[in-house]
């Protein structure tokens, strides 16, 4: 059974950081992309970030460009997400998502999701 558990996510100021992490269980995602996504309160979910299986390649949306950084560890199926400078239009659910397919994941249609975690940015 495969799961997707993040965590990470808290309250932080406008102007601080996070780390997320997300571990992925149940099978071997060394050939998967993985990525995340958000959902603030009242909007759909957006695409934020992905990353191929190798690693070499990354992808941001235009509003964390420059801010967040996606990252991960095939030995540990973890994909991270440092976010920094972070603004009060950042809070949302943040939720891990992995797929064999990078445009697949990037249009919101991953195989497999987490559950989410929490993140609150105040002003």
């Known amino acids: 059974q495969v799961q997707l558990v993040e965590s990470g996510g808290g309250l932080v100021q406008a102007g601080g950081s996070l780390r997320l992490s997300c571990a992925a269980s149940?099978?071997?995602?060394?050939?998967?992309?993985m990525g995340w996504f958000r959902q603030a309160p009242a909007k759909e979910r957006e695409f934020v970030a992905a990353i191929s299986w190798s690693g070499g390649s990354t992808y941001y949306a235009d509003s964390v460009k420059g801010r967040f950084t996606i990252s991960r560890d095939n030995a540990e199926s973890t994909v991270y997400l440092q976010m920094n400078n972070l603004k009060p239009e950042d809070t949302a659910v943040y939720y891990c998502?992995?797929?064999?397919?990078?445009?697949?994941?990037?249009?919101?249609?991953?195989?497999?999701w987490g559950q989410g975690t929490q993140v609150t940015v105040s002003s």
């Open positions: 998502a992995v797929d064999r397919s990078i445009p697949k994941l990037r249009i919101g249609a991953p195989d497999y």
């Open positions: 149940g099978r071997t995602f060394s050939t998967y992309a």
